[in-house]
């Protein structure tokens, strides 16, 4: 894309489309005198795509704005995934994407090491007892006590942003850290150990927590399934703050109905929201957060600083842009 295919700063026009999240507010605090709006709905997010230079979405894109989008020229993900674009058909458009990887890095890190924490030390069911009105007594049966986190071993799946805060904070905690990485030679001290992707089946009988970070790829969907969850200890903890692709469902509800592995920690599922009927709400030993790890306070206004970057890119000409996937 060359500079004069991008529109000048006075005639560009920024789509903000998400239900929940102020981006369009909190845009509009730093008056910086560009033209942008909001829709909430993936309905008006189609009508009003043919005004849009600059789309900011993620769950109510469609590939098929691609065709109404005329004016389309870069789409700015609100998340840091980015497996519901069709790449190809942004690159044939002439359209640049970039994600929102690391806005929420802190907050999704200190998730994964909050599941561990309530998980480890039974908070989901004290907070049970607590509605029971019941004051639990004291517990005989070590193996069945709260443990803490010290000396235990932490098998993160991904070290990219989330990931690498999540090993650094295990070692806080006084925990033994291995991750996987597709490219061992570029890795720092987050971890006390770092393999190749391929080296998970000698590293899951190890681990007391597995804690996917990865993204959502060919080689990880269903990357924990029947077989995996078989190579993990009987007192291991899953914990997801990834993709929910990553895990099979039905392996997992067979895991911890049986007592495969000792609890799980799920953010993210295949079919979310999940339906009332679905057998995990009752499952004593998972603990569910709403697809929320990521949320901050602070996300619309970590996004709109990655935004304006790449638009003062754009309009100096600079197609190196920060995060770009196309």
Same mark, same amino acid.
């Given at each position: 894309?060359?500079?004069?295919?991008?529109?000048?700063? #006075?005639?560009?026009?920024? !789509?903000?489309? !998400?239900?929940?999240?102020?981006?369009?507010?909190?845009?509009?605090?730093?008056?910086?005198?560009?033209? !942008?709006?909001?829709?909430?709905?993936?309905?008006?997010?189609?009508?009003?795509?043919?005004?849009? *230079?600059?789309?900011?979405?993620?769950?109510?894109?469609? #590939?098929?704005?691609?065709?109404?989008?005329?004016?389309?020229?870069?789409?700015?993900?609100?998340?840091?995934?980015? $497996?519901?674009?069709?790449?190809?058909?942004?690159?044939?458009?002439?359209?640049?994407?970039?994600?929102?990887?690391?806005?929420?890095? #802190?907050?999704?890190?200190?998730?994964?090491?909050?599941?561990?924490?309530?998980?480890?030390?039974?908070?989901?069911?004290?907070? $049970? !007892?607590?509605?029971?009105?019941?004051?639990?007594?004291?517990?005989?049966?070590? $193996?069945?006590?709260?443990?803490d986190l010290v000396g235990h071993t932490m098998l993160v799946i991904g070290l990219g942003a989330i990931g690498k805060r999540v090993a650094r904070l295990a070692q806080a905690f006084g925990m033994h850290t291995i991750g996987t990485k597709r490219d061992t030679a570029t890795h720092d001290d987050s971890c006390g150990e770092v393999h190749a992707p391929e080296a998970l089946p000698t590293l899951l009988p190890r681990a *007391?927590?597995?804690?996917?970070?990865?993204?959502?790829?060919?080689?990880?969907?269903?990357?924990?399934?029947?077989?995996?969850i078989a190579l993990m200890k009987s007192s291991a903890y899953l914990i997801n703050v990834a993709r929910g692709g990553?895990? #099979?469902?039905?392996?997992?509800?067979?895991?911890l109905a049986n007592g495969v592995i000792a609890g799980a920690g799920i953010d993210h599922f295949k079919q979310e929201p999940l339906p009332p009927n679905s057998p995990f709400w009752a499952l004593d030993n998972l603990l569910i957060t709403p697809h929320s790890a990521g949320e901050t306070r602070k996300y619309e206004d970590n996004v709109i600083d990655i935004l304006v970057a790449n638009l003062d890119k754009l309009w100096a000409g600079n197609t190196d842009l920060n995060n770009r996937i196309v």
């Open positions: 894309m060359t500079q004069s295919q991008f529109p000048r700063r #006075d005639d560009t026009t920024i !789509h903000f489309s !998400h239900s929940a999240y102020q981006m369009a507010s909190r845009f509009a605090a730093r008056d910086l005198g560009i033209r !942008h709006f909001q829709t909430d709905t993936a309905e008006a997010t189609r009508e009003r795509i043919s005004e849009t *230079d600059v789309l900011v979405v993620s769950g109510f894109w469609r #590939d098929t704005l691609l065709q109404e989008a005329t004016r389309l020229r870069y789409v700015q993900s609100i998340s840091a995934g980015y $497996d519901q674009y069709d790449l190809d058909g942004l690159r044939d458009h002439g359209v640049l994407l970039c994600n929102a990887s690391g806005v929420n890095a #802190d907050a999704v890190s200190h998730h994964a090491i909050g599941l561990a924490l309530a998980l480890i030390r039974h908070l989901p069911s004290a907070r $049970d !007892h607590q509605h029971q009105r019941r004051w639990r007594g004291m517990i005989s049966d070590i $193996d069945q006590r709260e443990d *007391d927590f597995v804690v996917l970070c990865c993204p959502l790829t060919e080689a990880t969907t269903d990357l924990i399934d029947k077989d995996t990553c895990v #099979d469902p039905l392996a997992l509800q067979d895991a």
